[in-house]
């Protein structure tokens, strides 16, 4: 027993230590180059790897004040080729932590004209990975484990032309408060780690997917947004549209993709839906604090 205490304390120091483990997205490979921040990466103008908190904030298009910085390049690739984006605390040495372990969540990538300078209904989603209930791993888990790497297929049949790229992390560990309604500080929520990159499409094809509006496609209170992770929650939704899928209809809503099924059309359902069917379960407050003793309230705390 008293290994394990000593186990606990030790745990809960280190994560203490661990001011800032954020992330933003330091690289990203176009058919075989790799660029850095600045190049083809809109550059934060500060707080480059803290996150968005208010799902409502135009920071949410793409990162704080990342909308209004410009990249160097808007650099070449080419329709349906698999990118890698690729995600740091600190650096892309060795040794980087990629984003603290604490902060379990899905992965998720859009694009919209980059003409549009991101406003209006004009992001379409691309990707996402959420929580994969056979291996129990989040998107960030295996991101963690892929020194933070992720390959993300562009559609083949979009139009040729210039994009924003929008990479995004929600980090979950503090999401069973509604951002909206609390009054912690640092605050509590939902957290978006979100960046843009310009990149110029060539081939494809004819297609302009249904965009919709960032900020718009979530609420503080959406499924797979407000969501306690320390509890059972059965099926995770991954939040915002459906994923675009090449050759689908551009223009509908409907699609025969799971994304569509548990994503944009669920928006209004309420949080339970997403829940296992446990009586107990759905009566615990989900904005209530995890107690001070657990192992997952010590976990969480690394925005001290
Ligand atoms: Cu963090």
Redesign the pocket.
Known sequence: MKNAAFGFTFGALAGIAQV????YLSHVTLDGTRYNEGQCIRPYPKDR???VYDPSSKDLTCGTNGINTVAAQTCAVKAGSVITVEWHQLNDSAADLV??P??VGPCLVYMAPLSSGGAGDVWFKIFEEGYDPTTKKWCINNLIANHGKLDVKLPSDIKAGDYLLRTEII?L?EAFSNYATQSATPPEGA?Y?VNCAQVSVSGGGDVTPQGYAIPGIYKTDSPGILINVYLPFGTYTIPGPPVYVAGSDARSLSSDSQSNDSGYNSFEEPLTDSLSGDGDLNETPLSSTPSSSSTAYALRK??S
């Open positions: 800032a483990a954020h992330t790897n803290f996150p984003i603290d604490s902060h980090a560990h957290q780690y690394c925005h």
